[in-house]
């Protein structure tokens, strides 16, 4: 039986086309309220109309659902606030967010113009800072939120060509990590979704029938578990062609090598070691990383005396 969604209200960005569509689609159908944003714009984020959200809406409404148009651009934090009281005043409520709104500006790092740098940075990271921030309050009066990163695998293991955008994509996964703390008190759940598939940016760059199996509507799953009322916090799922996986930034055993003059020709004599990943962990905040260190240091002195 598919998860439901009766009752919740959902804004997706960047849902005129491909994954956004399919995500808002699927909410819908699953019974949620969907507020459709799409700028309008081409891959590279350039050119603006309303049809295509409009055009998400329409299919929504003829299937039975409720559903919403909205052309504010994410780089915009007053269109998006308005874009969150458009579901307000309509609906009364946001439980669930899924920035999936982005670009591509595609260059080596050579050869790429930092206001290409930025323009990538500021539609993904700040794009996702500006809805997340617009809800936030309101997710906060509730005591319920789900909000949905879309994050990478450019980010997490990086791509050729695709500095900016890496950048900014584990960016997020960085924001997530931070909100998913401050969240969970209230109630608001926060994941990242690293998906692979076969989009307007991706057009041209495999093989027909590798393509097909590469829809967004494989992805779909993974952004449903992380938006449900019973999903995980902190995880980052990465989906494509069916198949799921957890993708984790993990902090390795160490060594500890105290201080002193030659300690950097220690640490590159037994780097390998230091790199070893069995016995990793996975975090649970930044705080454990100091916490290893100085407990290091501590067993280190309690055995010299």
């Known amino acids: 039986m598919a998860l439901d969604f009766a009752g919740r209200v959902a804004i997706v960005t960047g849902a ?51 559903a919403l148009a909205n052309g504010a651009s994410v780089t915009d934090f007053e269109a998006v606030q308005a874009m969150v009281e458009q579901a307000m005043q309509a609906w009364g409520r946001v439980d669930v967010l899924v920035n999936n709104a982005g670009i591509l500006r595609d260059k080596t790092f050579a050869k790429m113009d930092l206001a290409d740098f930025r323009l990538v940075l500021d ?24 909000i949905v990163m879309t994050t990478s695998s450019t980010g997490l293991y ?95 055993q160490g060594i500890h090598l105290g201080l002193g003059e030659d300690v950097d020709s220690q640490l590159a004599q037994r780097l390998a070691q230091v790199l070893e990943r069995a016995g990793e962990r996975v975090p649970s905040g930044g705080h454990e990383q100091g916490e290893v260190e100085v407990q290091k240091a501590l067993a280190a002195r309690a055995a010299r005396h």
Request: net charge neutral; glycine share 14%; proline share 4%.
């Open 123 to 146: 539609v993904h990271l700040m794009g996702a800072v500006h809805c997340a921030k617009a809800v936030w309050p309101h997710m906060v009066a509730q005591q319920y939120g789900r």
């Open 158 to 252: 990086g791509n050729f060509g695709q500095s900016n955008y890496g950048a900014a994509k584990l960016a997020q996964v960085g924001l997530m990590q931070t909100l998913a703390l401050e969240g969970a008190k209230h109630g608001i759940r926060v994941n990242a979704l690293a998906p692979t598939a076969a989009t307007r940016m991706t057009a041209g760059l495999l093989p027909e029938d590798v393509l097909a199996q590469l829809s967004p509507e494989a992805v779909v799953p993974a952004m449903l578990v992380l938006a449900h009322e019973d999903a995980p916090t902190r995880a980052i799922l990465c989906a494509g062609a069916g198949s799921f996986e957890a993708a984790h930034i993990t902090l390795t």
């Open 16 to 66: 005129g086309g491909g994954l956004g569509r399919a995500h808002a689609l699927a909410l819908a159908r699953r019974g949620a309220k969907v507020l459709v944003n799409d700028l309008g714009g081409d891959v590279h984020g350039v050119g603006g109309s309303g049809s295509a959200a409009q055009q998400v809406v329409d299919e929504i409404v003829a299937a039975g659902g409720q």
